[in-house]
């Protein structure tokens, strides 16, 4: 299976590209035993900027690219 987008929850961790501290965030992996393992973790600013060059990360990937929305603040 190549790489995947999801859509983390109730996660801290920091972003990938610029290490600013994210807690929803999508994340770019690979699912393996149908669990998901992330590889890279971005911000939402970052993930905006990574947008236009996704299918170079995820060029392996079987399905279309699927773009994860942000969640709404409650
Ligand atoms: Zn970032």
Redesign the pocket.
């Known amino acids: 299976m190549g790489p995947v987008w999801r859509l983390i929850r109730g996660q801290k961790d920091v972003?990938h590209?610029?290490?600013?501290e994210i807690v929803d965030f999508p994340a770019v992996g690979r699912g393996v035993d149908f669990q998901f393992r992330p590889v890279e973790k971005?911000?939402w600013?970052?993930y905006r900027y990574l947008q236009p060059f996704v299918d170079e990360i995820a060029s392996e990937a079987q399905d279309p690219y699927q773009p994860v929305t942000k969640p709404a603040i409650p």
């Open positions: 972003c590209r610029c290490g600013r971005y911000c600013d970052c």
